[in-house]
């Protein structure tokens, strides 16, 4: 049987219990768990997310979609299920158009990224990875590295439990990019460790679907579209500036771009 498509930025190295099911009346989702603790929820015509959802402590180990309503229920590690309910923005004011995208997004304040902020760490840790494909902006900072043990996201999803004790439950998809970033570095780190092989695909074919991912987040996020073969070319209205439609990563658009290098890289879910 061959292989229609590939899907994923999320890791599922640390339990054998996950599952990936189709949800929506047509099918037009696949919902999976993950080692961080994370829900994802993918778009299987794009392979773009659609919902990160922080649904456990530990390790999500899978997503039950109901199969005629928009709930759904998470499990784990932890002691408690979730159950969840996709709905429209709950906020009446909030403008979900490509417009209100738009002013929003350059309302949104400026972050310096990883490798200016932390340019002596980042340039330390390319020098130990030889092995393995990596670009400067795809190494987290300090603060923002995941533990590499199996008990690393408890620790991790326990110190954000809130007030009361309860269930830390919430929506991170304002995190995509960093997660995406912190779980390729994850999988690079245990390839040269010699550890187990962290993705069948490889980290090229790992690589590739978090670019797509971060290119159609990015263009989402702004109220953008992306060109199919050329996701990294992002269609602005006629307010945007040029130099404000460049990809934040820039590890997610040069290594596929035949104008940037000589041999790129294949681009696209397959």
Request: aromatic letters at 10%.
């Amino acid at each position: 049987m061959s292989e229609l498509a590939a899907y994923g930025g999320h890791l599922n190295r640390y339990t054998f219990l996950k599952s990936a099911k189709y949800a929506g009346p047509s099918d037009e989702y696949i919902c999976t768990g993950s080692d961080s603790g994370h829900a994802w929820i993918y778009e299987r015509s794009t392979g773009a997310v659609a919902a990160l959802l922080s649904a456990d402590h530990s390790t999500c180990n899978g997503v039950v979609p109901h199969p005629s309503l928009p709930l759904f229920i998470t499990y784990g590690i932890d002691s408690t299920a979730k159950l969840w309910r996709a709905t429209t923005p709950v906020d009446e004011s909030t403008d979900d158009s490509p417009l209100g995208r738009y002013q929003n997004a350059i309302k949104a304040p400026y972050y310096k990224s990883t490798l200016v902020h932390h340019y002596k760490s980042v340039q330390k840790k390319l020098r130990l990875i030889t092995e393995a494909p990596i670009f400067p902006d795809q190494i987290p900072s300090r603060d923002d590295e995941y533990d590499e043990s199996v008990f690393g996201g408890l620790l991790l999803r326990t110190s954000r439990r809130d007030e009361s004790g309860g269930a830390y439950i919430a929506n991170d998809f304002n995190y995509l990019p960093s997660v995406l970033q912190q779980n390729y570095f994850a999988c690079v780190r245990a390839t040269i460790n010699g550890g187990d092989e962290p993705v069948t695909s490889g980290l090229h074919g790992l690589m590739r679907r978090i670019a797509l991912i971060r290119l159609r987040y990015q263009a989402a996020k702004m109220g953008l579209k992306t060109r199919g073969t050329v996701p990294w070319l992002m269609e602005g209205g006629p307010d945007w500036d040029k130099a404000e439609l460049v990809p934040d990563f820039p590890c997610d658009w040069v290594p596929y771009d035949c104008e940037m290098t000589e041999s790129p890289y294949e681009s696209g879910i397959g």
